[in-house]
């Protein structure tokens, strides 16, 4: 039987989480969700109104998961469905990833990106005009994410067997990986942004983790 | 830049990595002895010894297995209960034993996440107290990854 996990276990859980997970596997979407809802030169208050908004959109959808994770009280149908959703939201978000990269690119290395960026200029602004127009809907969608921790997160709302509980408890979880997040974005935005080597060691990074997560979605 | 951006930068990331590294502390890889993956084993319980057995087989990410442990002799078995974790942090996967009615302990209903880099490399510590003695023992347990 699982240990019971309470209101506090699950803020915890998404408190300790969020430095021990969700910064080297959300860190990509921290960087892409800055550079391209928040514009260059931006005062922090507009920073955070966008994170915010897109850790709202994630949370939001942890709700509903949690909703019908605890109503459910049996994982493995959801488990079934969710799995199935899962690769292909890594997919897509891999994909954006790598294009808006390569096309951020573009104007920062010239040498190097300038071929990779014609080549997928014109696909990556079709995907951007495709993919969710604000950091709310992205964070929504990336809450399908296929996430170790989330799962955990789900399973424990399933033990709770009740849905509400479950929503509820998916909510601190959410909110407890914000921090975590928001200092990567605050840090981002200090020491990353204004400097345009770092900016674009940032870009390479948001680059190579799109890559992998085509690739895990690939292997899936 | 202003500098004291850069400072207050400098102490943004300092206390990631921090936190980061701390939280990676707890969740270090064990040494095992004990290999669940492919076959039952046998714990060491101080005085006794005792059968681990996962039902069904294979055991995969998202799909509940059972843990049942099969004292080889007559002991008393009290506050049994199993953690997984994996190199990553998972979040606390704990489950508790109940006693069966042929003298058996049985964790039911484990599920375990599935890692988004699909690592399947788990670790089980099982703790409990054997005739009034605390018990600990680790064991590694390997997931196989569902058929396409």
């Known amino acids: ?220 | 830049m202003r500098k004291w951006q850069t400072a207050l930068g400098m102490v943004v990331v300092a206390l990631l990595v921090i936190g980061g590294f701390a939280v990676r502390l707890r969740t270090t890889s064990p040494t095992v002895r004990l290999d669940l993956s492919q076959h039952n084993g046998t714990l060491d319980l101080g005085n006794s010894r005792a059968d681990l057995e996962i039902t069904p087989r294979p055991p995969q990410p998202l799909q509940a297995f059972a843990l049942r442990l099969r004292p080889a002799s007559q002991v008393e078995l009290r506050d049994l209960r199993v953690a997984f974790t994996m190199r990553m942090d998972m979040g606390p996967n704990n489950y508790t034993f109940e006693a069966d009615t042929d003298g058996s302990y049985v964790a039911r209903g484990i599920v375990l996440p599935k890692c988004g880099s699909g690592n399947l490399d788990w670790f089980g510590t099982l703790t409990g107290v054997a005739d009034k003695l605390p018990v600990e023992t680790r064991f590694a347990l390997t997931l196989t990854k569902p058929a396409p």
């Not at chain 1, 969700?33 to 994630?58: D, E, N």
């Not at chain 1, 495709?130 to 424990?156: E, K, M, S, V």
Request: with cysteine.
């Open chain 1, 1 to 220: 039987m699982h240990e019971p996990v309470d209101f506090v276990g699950f803020f915890i859980l998404g408190l300790v989480g969020g430095l021990g997970h969700c910064l080297g596997m959300c860190a990509p979407f921290v960087l892409y969700i800055g550079r391209r809802f928040a514009p260059h030169g931006s005062v922090g208050a507009t920073q955070l109104k966008v994170q915010s908004a897109y850790h709202l959109g994630r949370i939001v959808t942890y709700a509903g998961l949690g909703l019908v994770a605890g109503s459910a009280g049996q994982l493995l149908d959801l488990a079934g469905d969710f799995a199935g959703v899962g690769p292909v939201a890594q997919a897509v978000a891999g994909l954006v990833l790598v294009l808006y990269a390569l096309g951020a690119l573009g104007g920062g290395v010239p040498a190097v990106a300038r071929l990779g960026a014609r080549l997928f200029g014109k696909l990556s602004q079709t995907l951007q005009r495709q993919a969710p127009r604000n950091a709310f809907l992205t964070g929504a969608f990336l809450g399908f994410l296929p996430c170790g921790l989330l799962y955990a997160a789900l399973i424990a709302a399933t033990a709770a067997g009740n849905g509400w509980r479950g929503g509820v408890g998916l909510i601190l979880f959410g909110v407890g990986t914000a921090p975590a997040l928001l200092g990567l974005s605050l840090a981002d935005t200090l020491l990353v942004r204004g400097r345009r080597v770092l900016n674009t060691i940032g870009l390479v990074f948001v680059f190579a983790l799109g890559c992998r997560y085509l690739w895990l979605a690939w292997v899936d």
